[in-house]
């Protein structure tokens, strides 16, 4: 999978290369420094605090509790093998309800975390749960925090070109009032405002984007190779289909887990989805779909 590495960081430096190059551009144009400055140093801590979470969140936050290998014995002793077999450390293990149950990995303070949702043992088994926990150590070390350092890219990015062609030379009441409004829409995670946004870059934020969730999808492959290694293919293959099975809820992140059979599959949602479709995985992993799963085909959305 070392193609894939080099994929994925040939794309997050050549975002950054282009992110750098546009910022120097919009310096060039006359851009108050002290603007550019604050508008850096924000998005700078804003990294900064992705990159010690690994991109993903603060599980405090999220309602995660300590894992009590009371509660869950079994799982207690199947994260110990693993990371007996990967030859890693062990990572804190937390325990936190999810949409879709499933198993998600993260740093908290810089430190690795896995949370798991309680209702995965029983979904899963505990070849399952090896399966899963294999990937999202596969996840630990590069390409979460490559991750982390891509998220918001997109935006400067858009930024940056709404400067050069809406707010330059424009003066500086103009470039500051355009600023400010560019700025706060952009946490903003509402699918009418990226529109206007995507609009407002001319296009630049939406294909910085797809190649950040093109990258997210190699790192995806990539885990599944290392949690192939660790158990084998089939088992996680039959792991990512049970999750999937009993999902429910819209899937608005990805085409990955929650719901294969029912999953956006146009272009254009595939083109900004954060995993590879189940297919391709299971593909990738040169394995066939479960038994159980094989009489179920996706539905085709144009």
Known sequence: MSSVVVRAWGITLGLLTATLLAVAAVVRTGAPLPIVGFGL???????????????????????????????????????????????????????????????????????????????LPQIVGRAGIEALFAHELGH??????????????????????????????????VAAVGSLLFSAVTFIDDRRIRRIRYVC????????????????????????AYAAHVVDPETLAAALYRVAAIATGDNTEDIAGPIPWNADRSF??????????????????????????????????A
């Open 268 to 301: 254009r949602f595939s083109v900004f989805a954060t995993h590879p479709s189940m297919e391709n995985r299971v593909a990738r992993l040169d394995c066939e779909i479960p038994t159980w799963a094989s009489p179920y085909r996706p539905r085709q959305v």
């Open 201 to 224: 870059s001319l296009g630049i934020e939406p294909l910085a984007l797809a190649l950040s969730r093109y990258a997210n999808r190699l790192e995806e492959y990539r885990a599944d």
């Open 41 to 119: 140093l924000v998005f700078v801590v804003i990294a900064y605090l992705s990159y010690r979470s690994g991109g993903r969140y603060e599980f405090e936050h999220e309602h995660a509790r300590p894992f009590d290998s009371s509660e869950f014995p079994d799982v207690q002793r199947v994260v110990l093998d693993v990371c007996e077999r990967a030859g890693r450390p062990l990572p804190r293990v937390v325990v936190m309800e999810m949409d879709a149950p499933g198993a998600v990995v993260g740093y908290d303070d810089g430190e690795p975390v896995v949370a798991l949702d309680p209702l």
């Open 140 to 173: 630990l070390g590069n390409d979460i925090h490559t991750d982390a350092v891509r998220a918001y890219i997109p935006q400067i990015l858009g930024f940056c070109m709404f400067w050069l062609v809406f707010l330059a030379g424009r003066g500086p009441f």
